[in-house]
């Protein structure tokens, strides 16, 4: 599939009220006009409700689309029987990648759960398994998610790391009025900006090989503030949370900071039936904005 640079590509905010069908229309048919027997938006439409009933490849696709009701291709789009295998596995070679990601990623946000009003995107990076070739390292991809909805995802350049893909991503999506979350590796002052600039609040996680900012954090005297605590067991560990919040204190300074957390893990867990139990604790910083562009 041929790609763009994320910085060339332009989505159209998706309204709720939007239907799928609508929202491919907008994707450039890469086909040559004569020949063509279904719509780009149908085909993508099977495609994408194939995937969701469990379909994970071309040959199973063209199954789905087989074996599904005339009423049902009707409604996405497919007037004229089902496409077979090779359709599907011809167009879909020729579509840009990243536009049609960032195209079902629009549509998704539309159809998503909003929890106080607010929507949680968590960006996380993974490794592709099973994807490497040769000498060629697996492609490593950099996600947006909200619940189980991917929102977007860019590729993280062979030279480079998560970083300045993040930036990339936050610069696709729609994050106005969401919280987002993202691990200590992302922990940037320059990310924090690209965040306040789309509006929206986060949550960045400080560890200490953030030393600086970890060392300005752990000398609050976090043991006069009030704290939350949960317990929960399973799995053959029991773990113990403790939270406490707090104003950010003058000498903390970090891009927009609003709020910082304090969050201690301590963990017993068993590695053998009649073993003792080994105890873990984990104390970990959490620097939050509460405001957005609004601050």
Request: aromatic share 4%; charged share 20%.
């Amino acid at each position: 599939m041929s790609s763009s640079h994320p910085g060339e590509l332009i989505v159209e905010p998706v309204s709720r009220q939007d239907h799928l069908i609508q929202v491919l229309q907008g994707v450039p048919d890469p086909r040559k006009p004569r020949g063509r027997r279904h719509t780009l938006a149908a085909l993508i439409a099977v495609a994408v409700c194939a995937t969701l009933a469990g379909a994970k490849g071309f040959t199973a696709i063209g199954q789905w689309a087989a074996e599904t009701t005339t009423h049902t291709l009707t409604a996405l789009g497919m007037l004229r029987g089902a496409a077979d295998e090779a359709t599907f596995r011809r167009t879909f070679a020729r579509l840009d990648a990243d536009l049609l990601d960032q195209v079902l990623g629009a549509w998704a946000a539309t159809r998503l759960m909003v929890v106080n009003g607010l929507r949680v995107i968590s960006l996380d990076g993974k490794t592709l398994r099973g994807a490497r070739t040769g000498t060629e390292r697996a492609p490593h991809l950099v996600a947006a998610l909200c619940g189980t909805t991917t929102l977007g995802q860019v590729a993280v350049d062979a030279k480079s790391n998560e970083i300045p893909a993040v930036r990339d991503l936050l610069g696709l999506l729609d994050i106005d009025g969401a919280v987002v979350t993202l691990d200590a590796m992302h922990t940037q002052t320059d990310t924090a900006t690209t965040i306040r600039t789309g509006g929206a609040h986060y949550v960045f996680t400080v560890k200490a090989n953030n030393k600086n900012l970890y060392a300005q954090l752990k000398k609050v005297p976090w043991k006069h503030v009030p704290v939350h605590t949960t317990r929960d067991t399973g799995h053959g560990r029991k773990e113990t949370r403790t939270i406490k919040t707090a104003q950010v204190p003058a000498w903390v300074t970090f891009e927009g900071a609003a709020q910082i957390a304090q969050l201690r893990r301590t963990t017993w867990r068993k590695k053998s039936k009649g073993s003792p139990k080994r105890k873990s604790v984990e104390v970990v910083y959490l620097m939050l904005l509460q405001f957005g562009r609004h601050l």
